[in-house]
């Protein structure tokens, strides 16, 4: 369990430490709204961004949340579980093991395939969108959802099951039913993040901006 956590942190830097990270998140993700927002007491970070550790953690998960990536939740788990269990079976079985009859490893395997349910990467790709250098976008990008990939891959193989929320029944219809709401609202969000990243005046777009993050954040029903 410790070199399953030590391994997928190794992963989970080794992205967040890339040198066009911090622009692509500033640039692709709604962290520059939400400061704006009077969401608490406190401000979004803790003095200008430079680095990923000025920012605090619930904007950080929260803004990841807006642009359906929930990339905190599972980036690295993936890599971790293939490194691990690459030429031994014995692991594997061991992983499987624990999901079944180990208390803390079943929450939060739970907790991951309930967020990898609202993750999107089809609608991520269109924040991508927004960088401003699309060519080291979609390096990062790609690094987002090939660990994606490995990540969803890994889980349904530790669950044991084909789907996400197989055993989850009333929470996939639940989503079912908001998806589709989800999905319109950040299409909106896209498109008005756009104008305002060349209108920064535009105090119209910067409300239907905060609209529609509070409106993801009520679907979703999750905010970091």
């Known amino acids: 369990m410790q070199a399953l956590s030590d391994v997928s942190f190794k992963y989970y830097r080794e992205l967040i430490t890339h040198p066009d990270f911090i622009d692509y998140f500033l640039q692709t993700s709604p962290i520059q709204e939400i400061a704006t927002l009077n969401l608490?007491?406190?401000?979004?970070?803790?003095?200008?961004?430079?680095?990923?550790?000025?920012?605090?953690?619930?904007p950080w998960v929260f803004s990841w949340m807006q642009n359906r990536l929930m990339l905190p939740a599972w980036y690295g788990f993936?890599?971790?579980?293939?490194?691990?269990?690459?030429?031994?079976?014995?692991?594997?079985?061991?992983?499987?093991?624990?999901?079944?009859?180990?208390?803390?490893?079943?929450?939060m395997l739970s907790n991951m395939e309930q967020v990898m349910a609202k993750t999107d990467i089809t609608l991520a790709e269109n924040y991508a969108g927004l960088s401003e250098s699309p060519e080291k976008a979609k390096v990062i990008f790609g690094m987002i959802k090939e660990e994606y990939r490995r990540s969803r891959k890994a889980l349904l193989d530790l669950l044991q099951t084909e789907e996400l929320l197989r055993d989850n029944r009333s929470l996939a219809r639940s989503l079912a039913l908001r998806i589709p709401y989800l999905n319109a609202l950040n299409g909106l969000q896209v498109a008005m993040l756009k104008r305002l990243r060349k209108e920064p005046d535009n105090p119209h777009a910067l409300l239907m901006v905060h609209l529609t993050i509070n409106g993801v954040a009520q679907g979703l029903r999750n905010t970091g």
């Open 40 to 58: 608490g007491s406190r401000p979004a970070s803790r003095k200008t961004l430079a680095r990923i550790q000025d920012l605090r953690a619930i």
């Open 78 to 107: 993936g890599s971790a579980v293939e490194t691990l269990c690459e030429g031994s079976p014995e692991t594997l079985a061991a992983l499987r093991g624990h999901a079944q009859n180990n208390p803390f490893f079943q929450a």
